[in-house]
């Protein structure tokens, strides 16, 4: 069974920055695609970046050259450095595989950008 916690969000202004973190139990963490999604009030969980086990990055049109997707697999942990926050990045922010699995959904962690 894998459990993720989601941490790091918060309220910032317009243009700032945060950095979320993503705790994987289990070891398939080290063998698997991780990705990071988000859920704005409303509307639908979309994808905001994957990232391979070997690093390889994808992103989303809307967050590129703003948001950076890491790992550490030596600490079962994932990464995403947001910066040049915008007001529609407000959402709660998930990790999970890539594809999601229906059963790796953790609480979120909340970011508001706000002036």
């Known amino acids: 069974q894998v459990q993720l916690v989601e941490s790091g969000g918060g309220s910032v202004q317009p243009g700032g920055s945060l950095r979320l973190s993503c705790a994987a139990s289990?070891?398939?963490?080290?063998?698997?695609?991780m990705a990071w999604y988000r859920q704005a009030p409303g509307k639908q969980r979309d994808l905001v970046a994957s990232i391979t086990s070997r690093g390889g990055t994808n992103y989303a049109d809307s967050v590129k050259g703003r948001f950076t997707i890491s790992r550490d697999n030596t600490k079962n942990t994932m990464y995403l450095q947001m910066n040049s926050l915008k007001p529609e990045d407000t959402a709660v922010y998930y990790c999970n595989a890539y594809p999601a699995r229906y059963n790796y959904w953790g609480q979120g962690t909340q970011v508001t950008v706000s002036s």
């Open positions: 289990g070891s398939i963490f080290k063998i698997t695609t």
